[in-house]
């Protein structure tokens, strides 16, 4: 079995944030599998804690890998979990759901994959520059997507907060996808939008590329707390080692 801890670092932080009491985020930090997840338990829903901890679960209880391709296996444990929840939210109500947002992130070889459902987000940095490499399943990025939103309204609108996709929620999980090669130095951070909504872009690049990862992902914490946290928020840094 490759053991991907020579190849990678990763730190990871939660928090539930200055208002809410439970913290219905989970991380996942599997270096040596070369895999990493943020889940989101949706507000609102049904057992939050409890959808975002089995997503992550099932996650977790991948062994080494068998020669298949990693990413089929990674999927597959996401389809697991998202079956239980829709039956468990089902068994609870017609009207009942448990459901959670989802970005996992996989090496394979010399190369990086990402699967996600909501708008838990993936960004790199590579030569100082911050790049988000997954797209919010919302419904306010679809009205920006279609030209009928400006930037400016999407903060303010009255549906900012609806997700149009999560683990849980429907009979059929749909995941998006997106893959890529790893160079030396490349940072990764899975975030959720407990963190998203509330640094900017430009503030968590900065934040990044002044500190080695331990003291950046305390000091994307404390920004987030210095301005109220009003969800809770969770964050991995993966950094590949220089070669």
């Not at 239980?84 to 992130?105: I, K, N, Q, W």
């Not at 940072?187 to 990044?208: K, Q, Y």
Request: with cysteine.
């Amino acid at each position: 079995m490759h053991d991907y801890r020579t190849e990678f670092q990763s730190v990871g932080r939660t928090h539930a944030g200055s208002v809410r009491r439970c913290n219905e985020d989970s991380l996942l930090e599997r270096t040596d599998l070369g895999l990493w997840a943020v889940s989101d338990g949706m507000g609102g829903h049904a057992a939050g804690d409890i959808a975002s901890a089995m997503v992550v679960e099932k996650m977790n209880r991948l062994g080494p890998r068998d020669g298949a391709p990693f990413l089929e296996a990674v999927c597959k444990a996401l389809t697991d979990a998202n079956c239980e929840l829709y039956r468990h939210g089902s068994a609870l109500s017609p009207d009942s759901t448990m459901g959670a947002t989802v970005v996992a992130l996989g090496a394979e070889g010399t190369g990086f994959f990402c699967l996600w459902a909501g708008d838990s987000r993936l960004y790199r940095i590579r030569s100082s520059k911050l790049t988000r490499l997954t797209r919010d399943h919302r419904y306010v990025q679809e009205l920006l997507d279609s030209g009928m939103l400006r930037e400016s309204e999407a903060e303010n609108h009255p549906k900012r907060s609806i997700i149009t996709r999560a683990v849980g929620i429907d009979a059929e999980l749909k995941l998006d996808s997106c893959e890529g090669a790893i160079e030396p130095g490349d940072v990764f951070l899975l975030a959720t939008d407990g963190v998203t909504a509330v640094c900017t872009d430009g503030e968590i690049a900065d934040i990044i590329l002044s500190a080695n990862l331990e003291t950046a992902a305390d000091r994307i914490v404390a920004l987030c707390l210095k301005r109220g946290a009003p969800d809770n928020l969770s964050l991995i840094l993966v950094r590949r080692r220089a070669s």
